[in-house]
C-alpha cells in the first residue's frame, strides 16, 4: 500500500467544464496559459494529505478528455475514469513534476482502473 493511501476522502466535487473554463481557470489560479485535462484544488492542508480527511474540487475538460480518449485509444468513460482518478491521487498529495513522478501515478492511475473495472 502506498504511504499517502490511508487517506479518507471526506468531499470530493467533480465538475465537468469545456475549453473556455478550463483555460480560464488554468490562467487565473495557475497561471498557466494551455487547455489542461483536468486542476485539482484541495481543501485541506496539503502538508496533511496522508491520514487525513480531504476535500476538494477537481474541474474536469470534458472535450479535452474526449481528445484523449481518441488520441490514447481509450473509451470516453476510461479516460473519464483516469482524469478523476489522477485528481484524486493530487488530493492524496502525489505530485507529477518529474519524469519519474509522472510515471509513479500513471502506474497508480492503470492499478486503480484495473481495480475499478474487475480485470
Known amino acids: 500500500m502506498e504511504e499517502n493511501e490511508s487517506c479518507r ?3 470530493v466535487e467533480v465538475v465537468f467544464v469545456d475549453d473556455k473554463e478550463i483555460l ?6 495557475l497561471n498557466h496559459d494551455y487547455i489542461t ?3 485539482t484544488f484541495p481543501y485541506h492542508e496539503e ?9 476538494g ?23 473519464v475514469l483516469r482524469v478523476v482518478i489522477h485528481g484524486l491521487l493530487h ?23 484495473t481495480l475499478y473495472q474487475g480485470n
Do not use: V, W
Not at 24 to 29: C, V
Open 47 to 55: 502538508s496533511d494529505s496522508s491520514q487525513a480527511d480531504l476535500e
Open 91 to 113: 488530493l492524496a498529495g502525489y505530485l507529477d513534476d518529474t519524469p519519474a513522478s509522472q510515471k509513479h501515478m500513471h502506474d497508480l492511475e492503470n492499478r486503480y482502473i
Open 57 to 79: 474540487t477537481l474541474f474536469c475538460c470534458a472535450p479535452q478528455i474526449r481528445r484523449q480518449s481518441r488520441d490514447y485509444g481509450a473509451s470516453f468513460e476510461t479516460e
Open 9 to 11: 476522502f471526506i468531499s
Open 37 to 39: 485535462d483536468i486542476i
Open 24 to 29: 480560464e481557470i488554468n490562467r487565473t489560479y
